[in-house]
């Protein structure tokens, strides 16, 4: 969740705002992330550092209506139905995302230099597509959370729930920001679309949402 009151994954830790990644494999135990285009197009992928993170709190950088990547760390063109794995620093905690513009949906990672990383999917900012986010072979919880279907959520949407962003794509509306409420419409569509609604993604609210979990700094991201 993007919100200054965040998700567990956002929370945990003063971090630094400064970061290095790459498109090269992580060492075993070092930070970083495997990420699967599983669209039919080819997808670029935006990693964004948070502006800053404290205890209980942290501030992505983001103003509604502007960017939602202010601090971008790097990003990955992959071609439909293959992957690539980015290496990160321990420093980062942000979000990865289709786009630097909003509404998207936003996969939020968080690595320790401890060798513990977490992750979760958020679509409090908006939905421009499914997500999925679990921990690597060898490390931590197996589950993965997220969701892969419907893969029309988007062109599904009932009217008044979605918008066109910046870049023209058509998107469904941020559902929900600082505590309540904001497209009721993209609100209830979302709850009732997404398997295990708040569950397995932050939709309208700010705690009972599963965080996976990765023992060894690694996760598999995966966009559809």
């Known amino acids: 969740m993007y919100t200054r009151s965040v998700s567990t994954v956002l929370a945990v830790g003063l971090l630094s705002s400064a970061a290095t990644a790459a498109?090269?494999?992580?060492?075993?135990?070092?930070?970083?992330?495997?990420?699967?285009?599983?669209?039919?197009?080819?997808?670029?992928?935006?990693?964004?550092?948070?502006?800053?993170?404290?205890?209980?709190?942290?501030?992505p950088g983001f103003t509604s209506g502007t960017s939602g990547c202010s601090n971008l760390v790097t990003s990955v063109a992959v071609a439909p139905s293959a992957s690539t794995t980015v290496a990160l620093a321990t420093t980062f905690s942000g979000r990865i995302a289709r786009s630097t513009d909003t509404p998207a949906t936003w996969v939020e990672v968080q690595f320790q230099s401890g060798g513990t990383a977490?992750?979760?999917?958020?679509?409090?900012?908006?939905?421009?597509?499914?997500?999925?986010?679990?921990?690597?072979?060898?490390?931590?919880?197996a589950e993965v959370v997220g969701f892969?279907?419907?893969?029309?959520?988007?062109?599904a949407a009932p009217s008044g729930?979605?918008?066109?962003?910046?870049?023209?794509?058509k998107v469904i509306s941020a559902p929900y920001s600082?505590?309540?409420?904001?497209?009721?419409?993209?609100?209830?569509?979302?709850e009732k679309a997404v398997p295990g609604g708040n569950k397995m993604a932050y939709i309208t609210t700010t705690s009972g949402t599963d965080v996976t979990q990765s023992s060894n700094n690694q996760l598999n991201v995966k966009f559809y």
């Open 161 to 169: 729930s979605t918008e066109t962003r910046a870049d023209g794509v």
């Open 178 to 190: 600082e505590g309540k409420v904001t497209n009721q419409a993209a609100a209830d569509y979302l």
């Open 118 to 141: 977490y992750g979760d999917v958020s679509l409090e900012i908006g939905c421009d597509g499914a997500a999925t986010v679990g921990p690597a072979s060898g490390g931590g919880s």
């Open 148 to 155: 892969s279907t419907p893969g029309d959520i988007v062109s």
């Open 23 to 59: 498109s090269i494999p992580p060492r075993d135990s070092s930070p970083g992330v495997n990420i699967w285009n599983m669209a039919s197009s080819k997808q670029t992928f935006y990693f964004c550092n948070n502006a800053a993170n404290g205890d209980g709190t942290a501030d």
